[in-house]
């Protein structure tokens, strides 16, 4: 039966979605830009944003275990809940305890409490909505991300420059306590599974499954997950260190306007990735899945302008302005990407295996992000003065691994 894309439950996901993602992007945007106005140091920015994403990495196959064995509403709820928690608790303790281990501890139960969050959400597309519509869903969804990314950040960086901390960890968990109320009213069709016997060995026996599955019945999906590692290690890394440190540090703008200017890249970021979703899921039907390769070279190919302008020009607004283009067209060109490969994951993957090889999936390509973070951090600390050489090797680096992708999809969907 072809279910309608907007069902009552499916609507109470997207609203739920955009609350609680708004108040992630806040978040995520203020915690870290705290940390590098109070120590001006990208190493240890790049050390703590790498250390956050551990949990994540951890807790994502658990996440994934969990969300085909349980309710995936009532982890949802609860989770947005817990992390409505951990906020209050950092605002209670952060003119008490010693300020880096607590921002670096928050980030760590946050990007934990993500990576087991976001496979309950992938998972529960399929339940809530019929194969032909999995384009649409997934692009709504990525959509909605990237639209609270948008907002967040902006906003973000105007509280935040106007009032400071405090008042943005109000606002954020005020999102976390209304998303998890609206999602106490989603309905998830769930069937329970047999179990393999205890905890662990029901755990290791899933993880072991969904493996198998990307190994050796969709290895095209194994080979997609190692090129994500690849751009996460080398491009996306940085792009999350360096935006904030070339913005904040480097440009030579004055330092509240700085802040504001980085929330509003931050923004345009997250409106590149509005555009992607957008442009997803209009172009649903038309987009080849054997062309997925030509979308990396296209985000490869933005980071040499960002090079070149930061060593042919001193104005820091003239950086600015480059740095936040290529930003935004690497966010259109990476959602297209990240739409079409989920899309086509889900149309190929097993009810009861969909949360499990997408927690497995996330987890790979997350394991690149630290490594990437704390590698950026010392290397944009050794080349100061020299920041140019940093982007320019992460662009000649990405752009031969997206020519090999590009070869690898062309030879896989050929077949």
């Known amino acids: 039966m072809n279910q309608k894309l907007f069902s009552k439950d499916f609507t109470l996901v997207v609203i739920g979605q955009i609350i609680s993602l708004f108040g992630n992007a806040i978040i995520r945007f203020a915690l870290p830009l705290y940390l590098l106005n109070l120590t001006g140091s990208s190493a240890l920015y790049g050390t703590v944003t790498a250390c956050a994403f551990i949990p994540a990495i951890l807790l994502s196959p658990i996440g994934g275990i969990v969300a085909d064995r349980v309710n995936k509403r009532n982890i949802m709820v609860i989770l947005d809940f817990f992390t409505a928690f951990v906020i209050l608790a950092f605002a209670l303790l952060m003119k008490e305890a010693n300020l880096i281990l607590l921002l670096t501890v928050t980030l760590m139960l946050l990007y934990g409490i993500a990576g087991a969050y976001q496979p309950s959400v992938q998972a529960s597309i399929p339940a809530l909505t019929s194969q032909d519509n999995f384009m649409a869903a997934n692009s709504i969804i990525n959509t909605i991300s990237s639209f609270a ?23 954020c968990i005020v999102c976390f306590l209304a998303s998890a109320v609206m999602e106490i009213f989603i309905q998830i069709p769930f069937r329970k599974q047999d179990s393999a016997g205890g905890i662990f060995k029901t755990a290791g026996a899933d993880f072991a499954q969904s493996v198998r599955f990307i190994r050796k019945e969709k290895p095209v999906i194994g080979k997609a997950v190692l090129i994500v590692c ?25 330092a509240l306007q700085a802040n504001r200017l980085y929330g509003y890249a931050q923004g345009a970021l997250a409106a590149g990735g509005l555009a992607g979703g957008v ?12 062309k997925s390769g030509n979308l990396i070279i296209a985000c490869a190919v933005c980071a040499f302008p960002i090079s070149v302008s930061l060593l042919l020009f001193s104005s820091g607004i003239v950086n600015y302005i480059v740095l936040s283009v290529c930003c935004f067209v690497i966010m259109v060109f990476s959602t297209l990407f990240s739409v079409q490969m989920l899309s086509f994951i889900q149309t190929e993957t097993p009810q009861n295996l969909i949360g499990k090889v997408i927690a497995v999936i996330l987890t790979v390509s997350m394991c690149a992000q630290p490594l990437g973070n704390a590698f950026y951090g010392i290397l944009f600390e050794i080349c100061k003065g020299y920041e140019y050489v940093v982007v320019l090797f992460s662009g ?3 752009l031969i691994i997206a020519v090999k992708a590009r070869s690898m999809f062309k030879s896989f969907f050929a077949e």
């Open 279 to 290: 442009t997803a899921g209009i172009f649903a039907n038309k987009l080849a899945i054997h």
């Open 230 to 254: 690849g751009i996460n290690l080398f491009l996306s890394a940085m792009i999350i260190v360096g935006l904030p440190y070339l913005v904040t540090e480097v440009l030579n703008l004055e």
């Open 149 to 171: 990314s948008l907002i967040g950040p902006v906003l973000g960086g105007i509280l935040y420059s106007a009032y400071g901390l405090e008042p943005v960890l109000w606002v």
């Open 396 to 398: 000649v680096v990405s």
